[in-house]
């Protein structure tokens, strides 16, 4: 396992953490959970990433008691704030009320004492970004949390919180968010090169397209039994990003790519979104411990030039404008 520093930032993460949406606390066991948190530690993974919205709660809830067995020090973990978790108008959203009262939430539900990254998990345009800022800022002088970040913002509001936090005095963002993978490379052009440039650092999320980049679903195929492509309640954000026979097409041809490399087209995948400078991390899911061990052997592929380029042709970076927008995760 590799570490690298978020941005500019002090702390160090592993270049793959472990996330909890739709597995722990929700779509796998406990006991799986805590097996996938074990193995994923021992592999060198020293970061996790959940939200205080995923499962209303109880992913924080299981993945708190998986982490209780280790040493607070041993590990990184990041959390969210933004998304409905009850009936009243003010249980959601990035207001100082909802900020305070969902962080000291989730430290209870993940029985711990701080939180390491506290994310602004969607842009909230009914509250100011003074407030939120200010908030994030007081959080940080209680000592409940250490850094905060944004997930899903676009590029613009960013930099109108990071030149808020300056005139504030307020520390600004640390950590920036964003879907990315070969079949969603929108924040390359405008949030990874402002990121950079004011030492943001970026933990990325659905490396592999929910999971469409393994190269397990054919075109002109219908998707097997029990994949998240045969599930309804799962495929939605899937089906609307990623699928059609010719990228499916293109998936077959970046598997056959991977298998000349000796890797699996899932490995390929996640070193590609290591490969880019912008990145720290990428976020993994796990149903299973026999996926954390292979995707974590991603981490130390190399993509040689020729590679590169050749996925490159495969998977172009769209021209701007025209960012989709999904509100799902």
Not at 59 to 86: D, N, W, Y
Not at 125 to 134: A, M, N, V
Not at 222 to 229: C, D, I, K, M
């Amino acid at each position: 396992m590799q570490y690298r520093q978020l941005g500019k930032w002090g702390v160090r993460l592993s270049t793959a953490g472990l996330g909890s949406y739709l597995t722990i606390g929700d779509h796998i066991s406990d006991e799986v959970s805590r097996n996938c948190v074990r193995r994923a530690i021992e592999l060198g993974i020293t970061w996790f990433d959940t939200a205080n919205a995923y499962n209303r709660g109880h992913a924080e809830e299981v993945l708190g008691e998986c982490l209780s067995q280790f040493p607070r020090e041993s590990f990184v973990l990041a959390t969210k704030v933004f998304g409905r978790i009850g009936k009243g108008p003010n249980d959601r959203g990035l207001s100082a009320k909802h900020i305070n009262e969902q962080c000291n939430a989730s430290l209870k539900r993940l029985k711990m004492d701080y939180i390491d990254i506290y994310f602004c998990h969607r842009p909230d345009p009914t509250t100011p970004l003074e407030e939120t800022i200010r908030t994030m800022e007081d959080l940080a002088r209680q000592g409940k949390i250490f850094y905060w970040g944004v997930s899903e913002w676009p590029a613009g509001l960013i930099a109108q919180a990071v030149g808020l936090c300056r005139e504030m005095n307020c520390r600004p963002p640390a950590v920036n968010q964003p879907r990315y993978s070969l079949l969603y490379r929108y924040p390359e052009p405008e949030s990874f090169s402002l990121c950079q440039s004011e030492g943001i650092g970026q933990v990325v999320f659905s490396p592999l397209a929910h999971g469409v980049l393994t190269g397990k679903y054919k075109p002109g195929e219908e998707p097997p039994a029990g994949t998240r492509a045969a599930d309804p309640k799962q495929s939605r954000t899937m089906k609307t990003l990623y699928w059609g026979d010719e990228i499916l097409t293109n998936v077959q041809q970046m598997a056959g790519i991977a298998k000349e490399m000796g890797i699996t087209a899932a490995q390929l995948a996640v070193a590609w979104c290591l490969h880019h400078p912008a990145v720290t991390s990428v976020i993994l899911g796990a149903t299973r411990v026999e996926q954390i061990e292979e995707n974590v052997e991603a981490c130390e592929v190399t993509i040689p030039d020729d590679v590169a380029e050749k996925l490159d042709e495969l998977f172009p970076a769209p021209p701007l404008p025209g960012l989709p927008q999904d509100r799902a995760r």
